[in-house]
């Protein structure tokens, strides 16, 4: 799959500038993980909590949740970075791009959601060590298939007995 270059993203083919996708990447993946936070605390709530502070399966999802959610109205409410001087056009118009980074957030969003649907088919050691070996994949990790393959084996088995014994929550 090749993508286009960065640096005509926004331009039309008359020469001025077209509708850029761009400038409003980040308000839209912070309006994306807000949805997808809201989700995790709904989640959450449903899930049994054994006491007002005691840890439980809901509470981790819980922090997750509002961390996540907190975080994406950051991203939501803050002002995009100023551009230097070679980022803007000859009018002035500043360059929109839709970088590597935003191919990232979707590929990671697209990872997470199969990660999540193969949870209940194939059980948690199985699928967190596919998601932490695509995870490495995605990242660029260039290291032998062995060694990202055995990084994601003793990192599920660590996540999994690490909430086991440590938190005393199980998982599935």
Not at 66 to 88: H, N, R, Y
Not at 129 to 138: K, N, Q, S
Not at 143 to 157: E, F, R
Request: hydrophobic letters at 50%.
């Amino acid at each position: 799959m090749e993508f286009p270059n960065p640096e005509i993203i926004g331009q039309s083919d008359h020469g001025g500038l077209g509708m850029s996708v761009g400038k409003y990447m980040e308000k839209i993946a912070s309006l994306v993980l807000c949805g997808l936070s809201l989700a995790v605390i709904v989640i959450a709530k449903n899930m049994p909590v054994h006491g007002k502070w005691e840890t439980g399966p809901g509470m981790f999802p819980m922090v997750i949740g509002v961390s996540l959610l907190a975080f994406s109205l950051a991203l939501f409410i803050k002002k995009p970075a100023g551009k230097s001087e070679e980022g803007k056009h000859e009018e002035g118009v500043e360059d929109d791009q839709v970088g590597p980074s935003a191919r990232n957030l979707f590929f990671f969003l697209g990872a997470t959601i199969i990660y999540i649907a193969l949870l209940s088919v194939i059980g948690f050691l199985a699928s967190t060590m596919l998601y932490i070996v695509g995870a490495i994949l995605l990242l660029g990790g260039n290291s032998k298939w062995y060694v990202i393959a055995l990084t994601g084996i003793v990192a599920s088995l660590f996540i999994k007995y690490g909430f086991l014994y440590i938190f005393g929550v199980r998982l599935p």
